[in-house]
């Protein structure tokens, strides 16, 4: 019923976008209901940070800066290793900052999380969204590592929460981000909980 409800969506409803981008996947316009009621506060805002591990050809990203990142202050730090099979999604995501000018408020680390993040930790950010693996122990040291990164009253995005269990379900993205959230209970409050989850920070 999620996959008919999201393929009905892409159909009748056009692209959120002020710019004509190129894109070959959709895998993003469906959050931007929920998102843009847990981001609205910091829309417009000088100085706002995001993060975002996995970036693809960069549909999230040009969302937020057209949308919530609008001040000439406010940025993106995006993350992604574009490795096989999304290897050539580097060149749709360059070519579409360029569309859209937003070249001068964007930051690209080609690697991988863990060795990105590190290098980051000194660095606060108000969104961060991490849609970067689909296996639970690496999202859990994803979280771990970001955390630290999130101010108080930031908002930290979970993709994929309720993607398919396999026989392998103690890898599943939900088992990560659930270990993740246990352990840190008493300081977020949840904003929405469904195929994605997204916390406040207190």
Known sequence: MLILEKFKYFIFKAPPYKNHYNFTEDWFTHNIQNWKKVLKKFAGKANIRALEVGSHQGRSALWMLENILTHNTSSIVCIDSYSEPHVHAIDLFKENMKIG???????????????????????????????????????YKEAELCWPMLKSGGVLIFDDYLWPLTQESEVSPQIGIDRFLSKRASEFKVLHKYYQLIVLKK
């Open 101 to 139: 000018q937003f070249e001068n408020k964007v930051s690209l680390i080609v690697d991988s999380s863990h060795n990105a993040l590190p290098q980051l930790e000194s660095q606060k950010f108000d969104i961060i969204y991490l849609d970067g693996h689909h296996e639970g122990e690496f999202i």
